[in-house]
């Protein structure tokens, strides 16, 4: 009940597009949902987060999408870049109700093709 | 400052050695923590401190000794590792480990090889 589902795995895009990256989780009590991106050789670096009570979050070309009754979180990367091949981890945690580690997905590989 | 370092950025060590990896943080941050990372893996957490006292440890082995000198700084001390624990160790820090102090930042690892 603590995973956290990620998927695709990989996902290859084209300059310009869309890159959505989906999550699942099934612990109700997770109240805290962040996007990690990492680069090779670099740690996480927090993209954006969201708490339960809202169903949208946006911040630049990055957009997170909560849909509590389904307990799905996904990331959009709207005009994907080059620069934005990398890989994104999606997290959980119960941060507000009771101190809580972070539950990491597996990661997805995004490749943006020039 | 929102950085945190990691010291050194490459380490490798026999099963014999000693060694220890470094962690430090300027921004006031409370609490602080060590992941381990596998290639195309999820970080793993390791360790968390609050006010520099030990909060968590997800039973990690002994060979693997945590230390949080000051609120600035924490060490990860080695001896007796085995080839499966190379791995990249992050270090992350936090303001609080509660609410909105939760957000974490996390520095660039260290890549630690064992022979």
């Known amino acids: 009940q603590q995973q956290v589902k990620q998927s695709p795995q990989s996902l290859i895009v084209q300059k310009g597009g869309i890159s959505i990256i989906n999550c699942a989780y099934e612990n109700t009590a997770f109240d805290y949902f962040p996007w990690y991106q990492q680069f090779p050789g670099k740690g996480p670096a927090l993209l954006i987060a969201?708490?339960?009570?809202?169903s949208e979050k946006k911040e630049g070309r990055f957009t997170i999408s909560f849909n509590k009754s389904a307990k799905q979180f996904s990331l959009h990367i709207m005009d994907s870049q080059p620069g934005d091949s990398a890989t994104y981890f999606c997290a959980a945690s119960t941060i507000y109700n009771q101190g809580g580690k972070l539950i990491f997905g597996q990661g997805t590989e995004l490749s943006v093709k020039p | 400052d929102t950085e945190v370092t990691q010291t050194p950025k490459h380490l490798v060590m026999g099963m014999t050695n000693k060694k220890s990896l470094k962690c430090e943080q300027h921004?006031?941050?409370?609490?602080m923590y060590w992941y381990k990372q596998k290639a195309k893996k999820p970080p793993e957490l390791m360790f968390v401190y609050s006010y520099e006292k030990l909060s968590i440890n997800e039973s990690v082995p002994s060979r693997f000794s945590p230390e949080c000198p000051n609120s600035s700084l924490l060490n990860l001390h080695l001896h007796a590792l085995q080839p499966e624990d190379s791995a990249l160790y992050l270090c992350a820090s936090s303001r609080g480990l509660a609410g909105e102090a939760y957000e974490q930042y996390f520095g660039p690892g260290t890549r630690l090889t064992v022979t």
């Open positions: 921004m006031g941050h409370r609490a």
């Open positions: 969201i708490r339960p009570d809202v």
